[in-house]
């Protein structure tokens, strides 16, 4: 099975600061990898496909990019609705995996 | 609008079963393929099974294998999870999930709310 290792698990930032979350693959994935926004109680979203494709309605602060096995997403002027724990998926295979996900807290 | 609606929940004991649906509307549920994942509480989101629109392939992740049941009715839009030998591990949110395709292992571009299993003696 493909692990999905993310981090940081925490990452503590103010409004207005670029931050870049970071999701590396146990082994190649090309391209198969999707990034979620999800907030207590309220149901996941997904933000992004293909590694840097963005759903529809998703802002343009949002960006993904991808080397090899390390895919980032980057939020490069934080607001307020940004603060939620962010999730890598990846869909390389029938077992699908995510990572363990990242906590986008207020500083 | 789209709307996927999990029910089913609640706190059962170990070793007994708990079947979980998800009712979907607001598209046509039989084109596409679809998820069960979980949250355990303090953990990360866990897949844990999806379905092709037909039934045809079915996938389940290892720490189900064997004791989940994943099915799926299309004539009433409806998506179901029949666990069985729950652990204590197993308590969770569970959450459906609609994949983007007919068939099963890609993203998923819609979720339910979410529905808690509480496994306890």
């Known amino acids: 099975d493909i692990q999905m290792t993310q981090s940081p698990a925490t990452l503590s930032a103010s409004v207005g600061d670029r931050v870049t979350i970071t999701c590396r693959a146990s082994q190649s994935i090309g391209r198969s990898l999707a990034w979620y926004q999800h907030k207590p109680g309220k149901a996941p979203k997904l933000l992004m496909f293909r590694a840097s494709a963005l759903d529809s309605g998703v802002p343009s602060r949002f960006s993904g990019s991808v080397s090899g096995t390390e895919f980032t997403l980057t939020i490069s002027s934080l607001q307020p609705d940004d603060f939620a724990t962010y999730y890598c998926q990846q869909y390389n295979s029938y077992s699908l995996s995510f990572g363990q996900g990242t906590k986008l807290e207020i500083k | 609008e789209l709307q996927l609606v999990e029910s089913g929940g609640g706190l059962v004991q170990p070793g007994r079963s708990l079947r979980l649906s998800c009712e979907a509307s607001?598209?046509?549920?039989?084109?596409?393929?679809m998820h069960w994942i979980r949250q355990v509480p303090g953990k990360g989101l866990e897949w844990i099974s999806g379905?092709?629109?037909?039934?045809?392939?079915?996938v389940y992740a290892d720490s189900v294998k064997g004791r989940f049941t994943i099915s799926r009715d299309n004539a009433k839009s409806s998506l179901y999870l029949q666990m069985n030998s729950l652990r204590t591990e197993d308590t969770a949110v569970y959450y459906c999930?609609?994949?983007?395709?007919?068939?099963?292992?890609?993203?998923?571009?819609?979720w339910g709310r979410g529905i808690q299993v509480t496994v306890s003696s």
């Open positions: 999930a609609k994949d983007i395709s007919p068939n099963s292992g890609n993203f998923f571009d819609s």
């Open positions: 379905l092709t629109w037909d039934s045809r392939k079915i």
């Open positions: 607001g598209f046509t549920f039989d084109d596409y393929a």
